[in-house]
């Protein structure tokens, strides 16, 4: 298996510009997670999808950033307009719900950096 | 609501010595516990996870944590460190299985030759 896909690895953008995050999760899971990481704040969950279908976006810092599943082999995290305070390494997760082993699966991370 | 504290940002020890990394949790319910690794550039990895089958948890690379609810500690132990353990390792805690996990503010370990 591949693991968790996350596309681009890095990122560097102007400050006022969209961005997009993409995420292939392991075949065959159910769950997705978005997580944001940074020094000051550690790990962060902004997002998580149960078969396609948001569950809790309690964590996503503002309108600015919306998060999609299309369907069970995609996620994007978008960031409209962006700032430089959303500068971090934002990784997907992904797990099966109900399996017997439901441990979470990370991707390497897309590092962000907002100039 | 569930939460975790890891006691000490960083810690070293001396290669061959013992690894101790502190973890203690909140929670209203018996908890779902893990210890996940980070090297660098990397993703999270899983380390152990506690499911109230056994205190005592055994992990990859030698790692084991044991499950204290009377202190509510979930403390990551390794008897040798070697270099390659330099990381960082994050407790986490989950109210069920498939529940989201929330994590600690992890604990970099470095090991010193």
């Known amino acids: 298996d591949a693991g968790v896909i996350q596309s681009p690895r890095h990122e560097v953008t102007e400050m006022g510009q969209e961005v997009t995050l993409r995420c292939k999760p392991i075949?065959?899971?159910?769950?997705l997670f978005w997580y944001r990481q940074t020094m000051m704040r550690g790990l962060e969950l902004l997002i998580y999808?149960?078969?396609?279908?948001?569950?809790?976006d309690s964590g996503m810092p503002e309108d600015r950033f919306s998060a999609k599943m299309p369907n069970a082999s995609f996620s994007t995290l978008k960031i409209q307009p962006s700032e430089p305070r959303d500068s971090a390494v934002y990784f997907c997760?992904?797990?099966?719900?109900?399996?017997?082993?439901?441990?979470?699966?990370f991707g390497p991370g897309t590092r962000l950096t907002v100039t | 609501a569930q939460s975790v504290t890891q006691l000490g940002s960083h810690v070293s020890v001396s290669e061959g010595a013992l690894v101790l990394l502190r973890c203690n949790y909140s929670?209203?319910?018996?908890?779902?516990l893990f210890w996940y690794v980070q090297y660098p550039n990397q993703g999270l990895q899983l380390l152990l996870k506690?499911?109230?089958?056994?205190?005592l948890v055994k992990g990859i690379n030698g790692f084991e944590a044991e499950f204290k609810k009377s202190e509510t500690s979930f403390h990551l132990t390794k008897p040798s460190a070697h270099m390659s353990d330099a990381a960082e390792y994050f407790c986490?805690?989950?109210?069920?299985?498939?529940?989201?996990?929330?994590f600690g503010k992890g604990t970099r370990l470095h090991i010193l030759p």
């Open positions: 997760a992904s797990s099966l719900r109900g399996g017997s082993s439901y441990e979470q699966y």
């Open positions: 075949s065959g899971h159910n769950s």
């Open positions: 999808f149960n078969n396609n279908v948001p569950i809790d």
């Open positions: 929670s209203s319910v018996p908890p779902y």
């Open positions: 506690y499911t109230s089958a056994a205190t």
């Open positions: 986490a805690v989950s109210l069920n299985r498939d529940d989201k996990i929330i």
